[in-house]
């Protein structure tokens, strides 16, 4: 093998390589699900995937670990599926820690400057309410906003669209609108540069919507069978439109199970 072949690795990247964490979860190799879960808790609590956070780490892990063939785009390990993710805040005079776990155990935590008087929260923070479909949404704006808007990807957002209202055809002028219109225009493109972007589309969702709902599993599951059926490979993306809301669909569950236990 020459010097300048890149040799393939031998083993996945797992939780145990990127964080101080112990046990079954240390074993296990970072996916793609995982890293979406993780995307959606932090713009679920903090407005957007924040840099050097452990969603960031996660989608690096996640990805080298899809191109080696280690793990599928849309694999999810059992203790983040089961035991869950979570993004927790601690308040404190002029600062706040954030705590982000895994399965009940800490992978990361940080400090962020607050301001002394508390401002109130944003909608997205109202936890017992849910992730609403247009905060999934929003999410993928940052998850995977430079993607240029596919047929597939405008599928995905129609039928988010449809879900989160609850009407049978899409809204003149909403989301769904606009990514029909950006995949119709970027199929006959040729740069992507000049395409329009999942970002360009899903910014402020929230805003677009007549209309919005918790996400649930059914709504994910109705999503991610449009994105499949209108994508080439029949595939979704890793961190696309039907990973969020799936993603927002499990949180949803995990903390209704929560609640359900402490009530």
């Known amino acids: 093998m020459s010097q300048g072949q890149q040799q393939r690795p031998q083993e996945p990247i797992k939780y145990g390589d990127v964080f101080s964490v112990e046990g079954e979860l240390a074993e296990k190799p970072v996916a793609p ?27 690096s892990a996640a990805m080298r670990n899809e191109r080696a063939g280690f793990v599928g785009h849309s694999d999810v390990n059992d203790v983040a599926n089961y035991q869950g993710v979570s993004v927790t805040e601690t308040e404190m005079p002029g600062r706040r820690i954030i705590t982000e776990a895994i399965g009940g155990q800490t992978v990361r935590d940080f400090d962020q400057r607050a301001p002394l008087v508390q401002s109130p929260p944003p909608v997205f923070q109202q936890v017992d309410a849910g992730i609403t479909i247009g905060e ?22 129609q039928a ?3 879900r989160a209202t609850g009407r049978t055809t ?11 219109s950006a995949a119709t ?15 360009d589309v899903l910014a402020d969702a929230t805003s677009k919507l ?54």
Do not use: F, Y
Not at 37 to 53: D, F, K, S
Not at 174 to 179: E, F, H, I, K, S
Not at 219 to 233: H, I, K, S, W
């Open 210 to 263: 007549p209309a919005d709902k918790p996400a649930t599993r059914k709504d994910a599951e109705g999503v991610t069978g449009a994105e499949m059926r209108n994508d080439p490979l029949l595939t979704t993306h890793p961190a696309g439109v039907a990973a969020s809301v799936a993603a927002a669909a499990r949180l949803n569950q995990q903390n209704n199970t929560k609640n359900k236990k402490e009530s």
């Open 33 to 59: 699900r995982d890293a979406a879960m993780m995307q959606t808790a932090e713009n679920a609590l903090m407005g957007q995937i924040q840099r050097g956070g452990a969603a960031s780490m996660m989608q």
């Open 160 to 162: 988010a669209e449809v």
């Open 170 to 180: 899409i809204t003149p002028g909403g989301v769904a609108a606009a990514a029909q």
């Open 185 to 199: 225009i970027n199929a006959r493109m040729t740069k992507d540069e000049d395409k329009t972007k999942l970002s």
């Open 136 to 157: 999934a949404l929003e999410a993928t704006a940052l998850s995977c906003g430079q993607k240029p808007v596919e047929w597939s990807d405008a599928a995905a957002i």
